[in-house]
């Protein structure tokens, strides 16, 4: 069974940077392209960005690409999401999972969402 925590979320002030991390388990992590998504309250859940299991490939959403970067540990189980310039707009949950990356969208393969890290930015 897959099983995904993330963390590293909090409240920072516009302008500001956080790192969030997501370890998982029960999956060949090294062959699993994995997405970040976020859910704003009263909103639906996005996708945020994407990344093959080799790395190589990288997905953005436009609302953050350049200010966003993903990026996976392979050795450690971990996916990383490093966002700089945060806006208001950006306070979510951000959740991992395992996904299908494509250009047009991500694809979740997780049936139980992990807990999910809150970012908050406050203007």
């Known amino acids: 069974q897959v099983q995904v925590v993330e963390s590293g979320g909090g409240l920072v002030q516009t302008g500001g940077s956080l790192r969030l991390s997501c370890t998982a388990s029960g999956l060949i992590f090294d062959s699993a392209p994995m997405a970040w998504f976020r859910q704003a309250p009263g909103k639906q859940r996005e996708g945020v960005s994407c990344i093959s299991g080799n790395g190589v490939i990288t997905y953005y959403a436009d609302s953050v690409k350049g200010r966003f970067t993903i990026s996976r540990d392979n050795a450690k189980n971990t996916l990383y999401l490093q966002m700089n310039s945060l806006q208001p707009e950006d306070t979510a949950m951000y959740y991992c999972?395992?996904?299908?990356?494509?250009?047009?969208?991500?694809?979740?393969?997780?049936?139980?969402w992990g807990p999910g890290t809150q970012v908050t930015v406050s203007s």
């Open positions: 999972a395992p996904s299908a990356c494509a250009s047009g969208g991500y694809y979740p393969a997780l049936n139980t």
